[in-house]
């Protein structure tokens, strides 16, 4: 029997409302009363930061905002906000926001006290100690990062994606309240929901997976695939967001103490290159990762195709592969994802770049079947010309 281990350390606070008493959750874990509040604009145009922000201040917290973020965090932002952090003296690092957010409030909680840049911990050069406490409050249902001890920096001198990955990350809070997600558009409920997905089944299936991912997986799955398109159709779902958060959730502690894999490498090479978002880039290369996966495992595919009710109990391993292939491919495709030709700036001849970065990813010995450069290549050409 396979040995492992499975920590999570983050307090869980999950329902309606929950954002407001975020002021006495802060009291009873003691996390000292100089906030950074890391949000990005849009977050924070939605209305969804200033209640937060009041309660802390009539709470007695002094709060600073930083709101310089992008998309695809890049390691200037975490610098420029591990700048401020030092500048007010932070106790805590509060996140509010997508995975742009928190991942971009981890490596400030990292960085602020210790100085240094996100490479720095990303090449092992300089160890993850005296991290500030991290508390997040997701507003998307999708990176899971409110729960994870991974976060996801680019590199704007090379566009490389750095994993900046310890115990230590973990957020010790994270709030989730479905209320924080109803203002989010259907492209972004999409992208970042479809984002949620992938986690769950790479952590089912990637090489580092262990019992537990596979329990929280396989009701990530099964929620996620079932919600989604209805919030999709209808943003002020109440169940369904709540669902989506919480599948969300779970995902996020399926692969949080296993890995992504071959999806996510591609999906980040991309990122880093073009910019593109995460979720989109992810739904993208999915079908194609999961045909070159599965043709190697079809009885662990054929498990989740059922965990995700593209097929039935009663069909065959081959169909069920059959089934999850072409149900993962309609699925997006209902929800709007574009075709990688489609994406802006994608051209034919970065395909030796993306498939260099793809290699580069530490997740890439954790996908469930070996892959190669040329394999890379070969998934890129796919998605391409379908």
Not at 112 to 125: E, I, K, L, M, V
Not at 182 to 188: D, I, K, L
Not at 277 to 288: E, I, K, M, R
Not at 369 to 377: E, G, K, N
């Amino acid at each position: 029997m396979k040995s492992y281990n499975y920590f999570c350390s983050t307090q869980i606070e999950f329902g309606i409302g929950k954002a407001q008493q975020l002021p006495e959750m802060l009291q009873s874990l003691n996390t000292g009363s100089t906030i950074l509040l890391v949000s990005d604009p849009g977050v924070i145009r939605a209305g969804l930061v200033a209640p937060i922000k009041t309660a802390l201040e009539e709470a007695g917290f002094q709060v600073s905002v930083f709101d310089s973020l992008s998309p695809n965090p890049r390691d200037a932002d975490c610098l420029a906000g591990a700048e401020q952090f030092r500048d007010i003296n932070a106790s805590a690092v509060v996140a509010i926001g997508g995975g742009s957010a928190m991942d971009t409030g981890k490596a400030i909680a990292l960085c602020g006290p210790n100085g240094g840049t996100p490479a720095d911990y990303a090449d092992g050069r300089l160890p993850y100690i005296n991290i500030a406490p991290i508390i997040c409050l997701p507003t998307t249902a999708g990176t899971g990062s409110e729960v994870t001890r991974s976060s996801v920096i680019t590199e704007a001198s090379t566009h490389r994606k750095m994993t900046l990955k310890h115990v230590s990350l973990r957020p010790i809070l994270a709030v989730l309240d479905p209320e924080l997600t109803y203002t989010v558009p259907a492209s972004v409920t999409a992208a970042t929901g479809v984002d949620a997905l992938v986690h769950a089944i790479e952590g089912y299936t990637c090489k580092a997976t262990n019992s537990i991912s596979q329990a929280l997986g396989a009701r990530a799955m099964e929620t996620i695939v079932s919600a989604l398109p209805i919030v999709f159709r209808d943003g002020q779902n109440e169940e369904a967001r709540r669902d989506m958060l919480e599948g969300s959730l779970l995902a996020g502690l399926c692969f949080g103490s296993a890995d992504v894999a071959a999806v996510h490498c591609l999906a980040e090479a991309l990122g880093g290159l073009y910019d593109t978002p995460h979720g989109v880039a992810n739904a993208v290369f999915l079908p194609h990762v999961l045909k070159f996966n599965a043709s190697e495992n079809k009885q662990l595919h054929a498990t989740i195709a059922r965990h995700m009710k593209f097929a039935k109990e009663s069909d065959s391993d081959e169909i069920a592969v059959q089934q999850l292939i072409e149900g993962i491919a309609a699925f997006t495709e209902k929800l709007g994802i574009p075709a990688l030709k489609d994406l802006p700036g994608v051209r034919e001849e970065d395909f030796p770049r993306l498939v260099e970065l793809s290699m580069q990813n530490g997740s890439t010995p954790s996908n469930v079947r070996t892959v190669t450069a040329a394999d890379y290549l070969q998934i890129l050409e796919q998605a391409y010309n379908e």
